[in-house]
């Protein structure tokens, strides 16, 4: 009864009473007929007869006796027919309006739990990104009217919070781009002079590494904020055709990628779902093995399109993977690592989330390694 639904569980509730009700009213009518029944038609007995009757009798008080008592078991009879056709008829009433009342406890509960409903599409839209919405229900103020105005103030609090939080990184992203672009430059040019000495060409290099690690950060921070915005783009996207154009420009010595691409159009903005899949296909070859395999895989099923992203990587603990989702967090043995920035995950699932998709990740079977599995609205859903 637990997994019912609240509609289907009321409704039980509603007919339970209204048949308890009516076997209730059934069992008073039948007691109350069956004492007025008793009382109207009691026992002739032959001695309550006048003297002068009993007289005129004589010798037929005996027959008359056997037939008094025959009309009386007649009497006891129909009495008893009586009784029983009341049950039974009033059985059959008691179901048919039984299944009336079933009926109109069934609309009368839609009814009372629509504005629960209302509140529920509202949650739903703002789970999927929308913070902007709100219930803004009208009517009494009743118990359903404070818990949608609590859950419009909740929504407004939230949408503050975290427009304040997308505007810091946003800023703060910006801000960085200058510094760091004239530290770029500045090392280049002195790089750039001639005959500089051995060290001064190895800490530029050094320093131009870090300083493009730093811009990577800058870049994945950007895009984190973009994917966390309600989708303004909604065009038709294969992410065959994406994953295809991404694979052909990533080689690296070594390893082997495998692709096997089926149509899978989705409808979204174009440029984050291809920094989807180059930060799949980007992780997927950093953190492999020597001479490992990517496999990249895109399909449909029904109305959901699916990219597949997996490698030969080092044995992931599953107990590690969902905090590799998480901004900044990356495994124990790749910290202090300078080839990622420990964005590229969390850029992958904030944009599955923003068109309305998952993104999961598990171990590879039969070895080392991760399968990310990314999906998405089918367009033709």
């Avoid at 009864?1 to 609240?6: A, G, P, Q, S, V």
Wanted: net charge neutral; aromatic share 4%.
């Amino acid at each position: 009864m637990k997994h019912l639904r609240i509609r289907v569980r009321l409704t039980a509730l509603f007919g339970a009473l209204f048949l308890a009700g009516g076997v209730l009213l059934l069992g008073v009518t039948y007691l109350l007929v069956q004492q007025n029944i008793h009382q109207r038609n009691s026992n002739v007995k032959l001695d309550d007869l006048p003297p002068e009757v009993r007289q005129a009798l004589g010798v037929d008080q005996r027959r008359f006796l056997d037939l008094v008592q025959q009309l009386q078991a007649r009497q006891d009879q129909v009495e008893q027919a009586t009784l029983d056709a009341l049950v039974t008829q009033g059985s059959i009433a008691l179901g048919l309006v039984t299944v009336i009342g079933v009926g109109f406890g069934w609309l009368v509960a839609e009814r009372a739990l629509r504005p629960v409903e209302r509140i529920t599409e509202t949650a739903r839209r703002v789970a999927g990104g929308n913070l902007h919405e709100r219930i803004a229900m009208s009517g009494p103020r009743d118990e359903i009217k404070e818990l949608a105005d609590t859950v419009d103030s909740m929504l407004e609090r939230l949408d503050q919070a975290f427009d304040g939080q997308r505007r810091f990184a946003a800023n703060a992203s910006h801000e960085l781009r200058t510094p760091i672009a004239i530290n770029r430059t500045l090392i280049e040019v002195a790089l750039g002079r001639p005959d500089p000495p051995p060290e001064v060409v190895q800490l530029g290099e050094t320093l131009l590494a870090v300083n493009a690690r730093h811009e990577r950060l800058i870049d994945g921070l950007l895009t984190l904020v973009a994917s966390d915005q309600p989708l303004t783009v909604h065009e038709r996207v294969d992410l065959a055709s994406v994953a295809r154009h991404v694979v052909s420009g990533r080689v690296v010595s070594g390893q082997e990628v495998s692709a096997e691409f089926e149509p899978a159009v989705v409808v979204g903005d174009p440029v984050l779902l291809e920094r989807v899949v180059q930060n799949l296909v980007d992780n997927a070859l950093a953190y492999n093995v020597p001479d490992g395999k990517v496999w990249v895989t895109t399909t449909r099923a029904g109305d959901r399109a699916r990219l597949v992203v997996e490698n030969t990587g080092p044995v992931i603990p599953p107990y590690e993977i969902p905090g590799l989702f998480e901004p900044f967090r990356r495994l124990r043995s790749r910290t202090g690592s300078a080839r990622g920035t420990g964005l590229g995950l969390s850029i992958v699932r904030s944009v599955a989330v923003a068109h309305g998709g998952t993104a999961e990740a598990e171990p590879r079977d039969g070895g080392g390694g991760l399968r990310v599995t990314v999906t998405l609205p089918s367009a033709q859903a």
